[in-house]
Nanobody, 116 residues
Framework: HVQLVESGGGSVQSGGSLRLSCIASGYRGRCMAWFRQAPGKEREGVAAIVSGGGQRYADSVKGRFTISRDNAKDTLTLQLNSLKTEDTAMYYC?????????????RGQGTQVTVS
């Protein structure tokens, strides 16, 4: 059974940085992703590590966010730099849904990022 536990969120001023972590227990796949959801808005894909090890980013975060994974520690990381107020959201990590190709599963509680 896969467990995903996010941490690292907080409140920062515009232009600041945060580092989010997701511990993925019981998951040995290569692909993982970060999503976010702000109040009243739909869930948005932020960044992903895709098959082959490459990274993909939403246009809104390119050049500011960096996704990485430490396989030895089962940890997925998202470095958030040059934060903007519009980055305020709950951030979740996700794994590919084995039952539905092209979709993602969130298992954790998320971690809140607030930029003022």
């Amino acid at each position: 059974h896969v467990q995903l536990v996010e941490s690292g969120g907080g409140s920062v001023q515009s232009g600041g940085s945060l580092r989010l972590s997701c511990i993925a227990s019981g998951y040995r796949g290569r692909c993982m992703a970060w999503f976010r959801q702000a109040p009243g808005k739909e869930r948005e894909g932020v960044a992903a590590i895709v098959s082959g090890g490459g990274q993909r980013y939403a246009d809104s975060v390119k050049g500011r966010f960096t996704i990485s994974r430490d396989n030895a520690k089962d940890t997925l990381t998202l470095q958030l730099n040059s934060l903007k107020t519009e980055d305020t959201a709950m951030y979740y990590c996700a794994i590919p849904n084995p039952r539905k190709s092209g979709s993602w599963l969130q298992r954790g509680q998320g971690t809140q990022v607030t930029v003022s």
